[in-house]
């Protein structure tokens, strides 16, 4: 079995291992939950400050120009892009990853609708993330009911769903309870080869795994930004849409930041022709700056090098769980499959509540999520090998002791 040596030697042989520095974490702290919440860049904190304190303090409004801040949805979006395979001006940095949704939705549905109004189904997961089952519901009740959510129970049963009157798949490529992640262009092209439409939420993939948006041929895209990406609490999420689109799919927020002339302040909307045609109200300065800066650390690496780690960090603590963990109650949640593996490896375990909360107790980082499982991501950017190993060493410990027994670590905290 690997040891804590072989570890260390990884660490040392790791052409990544540099990139750790261009990140604050603390000491005690072995943060696994990137898939969640990204650690902060240190270059983001003087980011920050330039934002607030030179641009805002002195420049005030006129950094709209002088500093770039009406631009800066479409240029983060154009740095963006080049991580989730999309081309240039077809990707936005703005709103929410759900406000997102219903937009490209509402867009792609209504599209559809016009050529063929038989087509009124919107295919998805029954283990979708809830808000974008939420949205789709919405959607569908604010247009009269007249069309439905098929959900599908497991992903083998997605071909069968597939039929005639589906409009519209709206999938995750990578499950957030599980990690399991799609094949993009497989599916894809299932999907365009009945005549529907393909929507990807990436909000698990973006920064997490290679992504060609181009080459599957799907038709839209949303996205968050503070997971893998490192942007921050809340920060804005992102939409693509192929250019082939653009006109085709009139988004239902019809802001005035989506206006082709905004200033001209014209009380007839009109759409931009391009991607900006997605932007609704008056962005995020500050956090739209914070993305702009995480990104840079990207421009470091690329996405096969930060693969390959990510691979070989989920195999490592897949061995480690394996060879210590079994006897303790302890099921995989993720695939063996490395093709069909995010970044993230999700354990099972009756009281994985508990048992989590015990390990962040010992500055082990991770989350929970319902009904059993304990989720852990690995941000190739600054997780160790060592990492790993002690981790998994910490959560022998809790096992083998009971201390997740402890009454302290079954009060349910707001955030999970």
């Given at each position: 079995m690997t040891t804590r040596e072989d570890c260390l030697l990884r660490d040392k042989r790791d052409p990544l291992a540099p990139l750790r520095n261009d990140f604050l974490l603390p000491d005690d702290m072995i943060y696994l939950d990137g898939n969640s919440l990204g650690a902060l860049p240190k270059a983001s904190v003087t980011r920050a400050y330039q934002t607030v304190a030179s641009e805002w303090g002195e420049g005030m409004?006129?950094?709209?120009?002088?500093?770039?801040?009406?631009?800066?949805?479409?240029?983060?979006?154009?740095?963006?892009?080049?991580?989730?395979?999309?081309?240039?001006?077809?990707?936005?940095?703005?709103?929410?990853?759900?406000?997102?949704?219903?937009?490209?939705?509402?867009?792609?549905l209504s599209h559809s609708t016009t050529l063929d109004p038989a087509r009124t189904v919107i295919v998805s997961e029954r283990g979708n993330f809830p808000s974008d089952l939420y949205i789709a519901q919405g959607l569908i009740e604010l247009l009269g009911n007249r069309h439905t959510l098929r959900l599908i129970g497991s992903r083998d049963k997605l071909d069968a769903a597939i039929t005639p009157d589906v409009a519209i798949v709206m999938l995750t490529q990578v499950d957030y309870r599980t990690g399991h992640m799609f094949d993009m262009q497989s599916v894809t092209a299932k999907v365009k080869a009945s005549g529907a439409l393909m929507i990807w939420d990436l909000a698990h993939s973006a920064g997490a795994v290679p992504v060609d948006l181009?080459?599957?041929?799907?038709?839209?895209?949303?996205?968050?930004?503070?997971?893998?990406?490192?942007?921050?609490?809340?920060?804005?999420?992102?939409?693509?849409?192929?250019?082939?689109?653009?006109?085709?799919?009139?988004?239902?927020?019809?802001?005035?930041?989506?206006?082709?002339?905004?200033?001209?302040?014209?009380?007839?909307?009109?759409?931009?022709?391009?991607?900006?045609?997605?932007?609704?109200?008056?962005?995020?300065?500050?956090?739209?700056?914070?993305?702009?800066?995480?990104?840079?650390?990207?421009?470091?690496?690329?996405?096969?090098?930060?693969?390959?780690?990510?691979?070989?960090?989920?195999?490592?603590?897949?061995?480690?769980?394996?060879?210590?963990?079994?006897?303790?109650?302890?099921?995989l949640a993720t695939t063996r499959n490395t093709a069909c593996r995010g970044s993230q490896v999700s354990l099972t375990h009756p009281s994985a509540y508990a048992v989590m909360q015990a390990l962040i107790h010992h500055k082990v980082?991770?989350?929970?999520?319902?009904?059993?499982?304990?989720?852990?991501?690995?941000?190739?950017?600054?997780?160790?090998?060592?990492?790993?190993?002690?981790?998994?060493?910490?959560?022998?410990?809790?096992?083998?002791?009971?201390?997740?027994?402890?009454?302290?670590?079954?009060?349910?905290?707001?955030?999970?």
């Open positions: 409004i006129g950094s709209w120009n002088q500093a770039g801040w009406y631009e800066m949805p479409r240029r983060v979006g154009n740095r963006l892009a080049k991580l989730i395979g999309g081309g240039v001006d077809e990707v936005v940095v703005t709103d929410t990853i759900s406000v997102n949704l219903f937009k490209l939705l509402a867009a792609a181009s080459a599957s041929g799907a038709d839209g895209a949303v996205g968050c930004t503070y997971k893998y990406l490192n942007a921050g609490p809340g920060a804005p999420g992102f939409i693509w849409v192929p250019k082939r689109n653009h006109l085709l799919f009139k988004q239902p927020i019809s802001g005035w930041w989506g206006h082709r002339a905004p200033f001209e302040m014209n009380p007839q909307f009109e759409p931009e022709d391009g991607i900006g045609r997605f932007l609704c109200g008056t962005p995020p300065v500050v956090s739209l700056s914070l993305v702009d800066s995480a990104l840079s650390v990207f421009e470091k690496t690329d996405m096969a090098a930060l693969r390959t780690k990510s691979l070989a960090l989920t195999e490592l603590f897949i061995e480690l769980v394996d060879a210590r963990c079994s006897e303790y109650g302890v099921g980082v991770g989350d929970f999520r319902e009904p059993n499982i304990l989720r852990f991501g690995f941000t190739p950017l600054y997780v160790r090998f060592v990492d790993v190993w002690d981790a998994v060493d910490v959560l022998v410990h809790i096992l083998a002791s009971g201390e997740w027994k402890q009454p302290q670590f079954h009060q349910r905290n707001a955030v999970t």
